[in-house]
């Protein structure tokens, strides 16, 4: 009831902030000249909102976006606000780990640090399609091309913290709906099977192995001593085009939790208070909603379905088609 109360009132919670906090409030008085951040999904809803206000705290942001125009067209929306802002665009389509490779390969080659990864990009709702890896595309997309993407990327951001003693972040996208999954969290066995498909439960599958992703990683980071903190987020109920194979149906939920939902610049506080907020430095592991940590569904708590996860992930890169 506590957790309704703030979010329906905007009522802070230990952090100082709260559901109605926006993403320009919880970064206020940052200077993040010094950093360089990846968003991945940057160019549309709470991606392009995080994006500009990184930008206007001072950081160096790439935007890793699949629809190059809409890319460009962000560029061009964050430069017209802030001239001074440092945006790079590249190319980068989750569902295809030939994308993933390449994005890296090309990040990589400007030699650039790297301080901050948002693994924000999804899709959701959508009908049973398999990746052009031959991988069901919701998890696909919102997991297995993210878990590519951080491992392409961990030893510049290993290396960048060492090098600078600033503490690097990962920042994973969750959402609440990993407490609707199938039964044993992660389904294995069947995860290609269209008759065992339900495009609610898949969506909710995927956002519970971005937790589990996030804490197994946490974990491994840590026995290795590695300067880079890696958390998960639920950012909130907002309508942006994430919802677009649920348009009517959400919609319609709106009309009666209406106080519940946020806008997009509440939706990107979340993500930008984990991903900078010195409140947090060391702080691994956690789930957060509403710029608080929150506790997450039993299984994200799981440590063997993490591993087993990453196991099958691995596979899964090695061995797709």
């Not at 991606?47 to 890319?71: F, P, S």
């Not at 995927?206 to 001593?225: D, F, V």
Request: charged share 20%; aromatic share 8%.
């Amino acid at each position: 009831m506590v957790g309704i109360f703030s979010l329906v009132t905007g009522y802070p919670g230990p952090s100082g902030f709260g559901s109605a906090s926006t993403a320009e409030q919880v970064t206020e008085g940052l200077d993040a000249s010094k950093l360089t951040a990846i968003i991945t999904g940057g160019a549309s809803g709470i991606g392009l909102e995080t994006a500009q206000v990184l930008a206007l705290r001072g950081a160096r942001v790439i935007i890793a976006a699949r629809n190059m125009e809409a890319a460009y067209n962000a560029k061009a929306l964050i430069l017209e606000n802030n001239p001074k802002a440092r945006i790079i665009t590249i190319q980068l389509d989750l569902s295809s780990l030939k994308s993933v490779r390449a994005f890296a390969e090309e990040f990589l080659s400007m030699d650039l640090p790297l301080n901050i990864l948002i693994n924000n990009a999804g899709i959701m709702f959508c009908p049973f399609q398999l990746s052009k890896d031959g991988i069901e595309l919701q998890f696909a997309t919102n997991h297995l091309g993210h878990f590519l993407l951080t491992n392409l990327l961990l030893e510049k951001m290993k290396s960048t913290a060492k090098s600078t003693g600033i503490e690097g972040r990962i920042v994973n996208l969750s959402s609440i709906a990993h407490h609707h999954t199938y039964g044993g969290g992660i389904n294995f066995a069947q995860l290609n099977d269209p008759t065992a498909y339900s495009d609610k439960k898949a969506y909710g599958q995927s956002k519970l192995a971005n937790i589990l992703h996030a804490k197994e990683l946490s974990r491994r980071l840590k026995e290795e001593g590695a300067n880079i903190t890696v958390n998960s987020v639920h950012p909130g109920l907002i309508m942006t085009n994430l919802m677009k194979h649920s348009f009517f149906v959400m919609n319609l939920i709106k009309v009666f939790t209406y106080l519940c939902w946020k806008n997009v610049p509440q939706g990107a506080a979340t993500t930008c208070f984990v991903a900078t907020h010195p409140s947090l430095k060391g702080v691994t592991a956690k789930y957060f909603q509403d710029c608080n940590e929150d506790k997450p569904n039993i299984l994200a708590d799981d440590e063997k379905l993490a591993k087993d996860l990453w196991q099958f992930s691995e596979k899964l890169v090695k061995t797709a088609l």
